[in-house]
């Protein structure tokens, strides 16, 4: 089984606006609402690439209903701890006539103590033995930073897999607890280091040194670059794949999703790469934070099988 965990889902509300302009009156030509999170649009995609998953987390305020009844309507299985506060709401601007992306994102609720233990116990209930567990996203206010590295050490003392996509101290703190896998972009690994990490090799060889520390596999997403895919036995970059952008939203947690999907489908380390590239691709091309479907990633499979190499760093 697959557990998705969303500490701080969101209300995704989509406009576009052509030539948005600061400091006037914008008019949104169109408009769209989704359910987010980084855990839960990984649920999404793996729905769609026929993988059931249990998404699990907080939820409150008006909106929870929102999310249960979409989650129902797509199949979703979920187990959210009710909380007193509002679930956050945030707002996405996509200018197709200038190009550009602009998230306006809520901090998200004050989650209470009592609310964080009855989560925990929850948690613990669906880390069994050989699931696969998503740790992504941020925190809501009253959490402690270190709160993924607990889970990640929760989960691998039942002897579930733990995949983590996160940023910051977030991330520091979670990797030194060794999950299985990591999905950092260049930008939340340059901040690990603390140093502006752009070079092909600087980047592998950061991502080795992580490797060696017990973390098996990191897949390092570098935008319209492509990406790097990290393991104990091989090395492969990826070229970026031209595709129309009408939203990154969501690209990074489908890629996500795809590590989860190679894992259950034993592929390659190559043609885990490939499956990944061919995600990030079909999902920029989607409005809001729609999920791909597998028709989709398997019309990119060819090209992106093209763009992607095998590195020969020495080890």
Same mark, same amino acid.
């Given at each position: 089984?697959?557990?998705? *965990?969303?500490?701080?889902?969101?209300?995704?509300?989509?406009?576009?606006?052509?030539?948005?302009?600061?400091?006037? *009156?914008?008019?949104?030509?169109?408009?769209?609402? !989704?359910?987010?999170?980084?855990?839960?649009?990984?649920?999404?995609?793996? =729905?769609?690439?026929?993988? @059931?998953?249990? %998404?699990?987390?907080?939820? &409150?305020?008006?909106?929870? $209903?929102?999310?249960? +009844?979409?989650? !129902?309507?797509?199949?979703? +299985?979920?187990?959210?701890?009710?909380? &007193?506060?509002?679930?956050?709401?945030?707002? =996405?601007?996509?200018?197709?006539?200038?190009?550009?992306?602009?998230?306006?994102?809520?901090? &998200?609720?004050?989650?209470?103590?009592? +609310?964080?233990? /009855?989560?925990?116990?929850?948690?613990?209930?669906?880390?069994?033995?050989?699931?696969i567990i998503v740790i992504s996203g941020g925190i809501p206010k009253g959490i402690s930073d270190d709160i993924y590295a607990r889970l990640i050490k929760i989960a691998k003392e039942r002897g579930a897999y733990t995949i983590l996509d996160a940023e910051g101290?977030?991330?520091? =703190? %979670?990797?030194?607890?060794?999950?299985?896998?990591?999905?950092?972009?260049?930008? +939340?690994?340059?901040?690990?280091?603390?140093?502006?990490?752009?070079?092909?090799? =600087?980047?592998?060889?950061?991502?080795?040194?992580?490797?060696?520390?017990?973390?098996?596999?990191?897949?390092?997403?570098?935008? $319209? /670059?492509?990406?790097?895919?990290?393991?104990?036995?091989?090395?492969?970059?990826?070229?970026?794949? /031209?595709?129309?952008v009408n939203s990154t939203v969501g690209a990074g947690d489908s890629m996500v999703a795809a590590i989860v999907y190679s894992l259950l489908n034993n592929l390659s380390n190559k043609d885990t790469l490939t499956f990944a590239q061919a995600c990030g691709a079909?999902?920029?091309?989607? @409005?809001?934070?729609?999920?791909?479907?597998?028709?989709?990633?398997?019309?990119?499979?060819?090209?992106?099988?093209?763009?992607?190499?095998?590195?020969?760093?020495?080890?």
């Open positions: 089984m697959v557990i998705t *965990v969303t500490l701080n889902p969101a209300l995704d509300r989509t406009l576009i606006i052509e030539n948005f302009t600061l400091g006037t *009156v914008n008019r949104a030509s169109k408009e769209r609402f !989704d359910i987010g999170g980084k855990g839960i649009n990984v649920s999404k995609v793996l =729905k769609n690439l026929g993988i @059931e998953s249990k %998404a699990i987390g907080f939820l &409150g305020g008006m909106v929870k $209903s929102v999310f249960l +009844e979409e989650l !129902d309507n797509r199949g979703i +299985e979920h187990q959210f701890v009710e909380i &007193g506060a509002q679930t956050r709401t945030n707002i =996405k601007v996509v200018d197709n006539k200038n190009s550009t992306n602009t998230d306006i994102n809520e901090a &998200g609720p004050a989650i209470k103590e009592e +609310e964080l233990q /009855k989560f925990i116990e929850i948690y613990k209930e669906n880390c069994k033995k050989e699931n101290e977030l991330f520091r =703190k %979670a990797i030194m607890e060794k999950p299985y896998a990591i999905k950092p972009n260049n930008h +939340e690994l340059s901040l690990l280091f603390n140093e502006t990490l752009e070079d092909e090799s =600087k980047i592998i060889e950061k991502a080795i040194g992580i490797q060696k520390n017990g973390v098996s596999k990191i897949l390092v997403s570098l935008g $319209s /670059k492509g990406a790097i895919y990290v393991t104990d036995d091989e090395i492969y970059s990826a070229k970026g794949l /031209k595709v129309e079909s999902t920029v091309q989607l @409005e809001g934070t729609e999920a791909c479907t597998l028709d989709e990633v398997k019309s990119f499979l060819e090209i992106s099988e093209r763009n992607v190499r095998r590195v020969d760093y020495g080890n």
